[in-house]
């Protein structure tokens, strides 16, 4: 099994930015492809970024690309999330998962999930 564990959320003004980290513990990160979703008030856990064992691809949801950068430190065991130029519909707990198959969008294909790290973006 692998522990995950968010971190980086806060409150932000919009056209801000942050950083989001995802500490894995338990297993090496290196075995997993890994996501990052979303979940605002009201509404489904959603698609942000993904990325490949290697990093050699990454994923976006229409949403966030050209502002969202997902990346990856195997040695690290940690995935993060640069989010710049941020906007209020962004504010949602953003989760960090963990895939033993293949790249997906789906949050059923995960198989770990972290607790999660609120991101409030303010107008």
């Known amino acids: 099994q692998v522990q995950l564990v968010e971190s980086g959320g806060g409150l932000v003004q919009a056209g801000g930015s942050l950083r989001l980290s995802c500490a894995a513990s338990g297993r090496t990160l290196g075995l997993y492809y890994m996501g990052w979703f979303r979940q605002a008030p009201g509404k489904e856990r959603e698609f942000v970024a993904g990325i490949s064992r290697s990093a050699a691809s990454t994923d976006y949801a229409d949403s966030v690309k050209g502002r969202f950068t997902i990346s990856r430190d195997n040695a690290l065991n940690t995935v993060y999330l640069q989010m710049n130029s941020l906007k209020p519909e962004d504010t949602a707990v953003y989760y960090c998962?963990?895939?033993?198959?293949?790249?997906?969008?789906?949050?059923?294909?995960?198989?770990?999930w972290g607790q999660g790290t609120q991101v409030t973006v303010s107008s």
């Open positions: 998962a963990a895939e033993a198959g293949w790249r997906s969008t789906s949050v059923y294909e995960y198989d770990y």
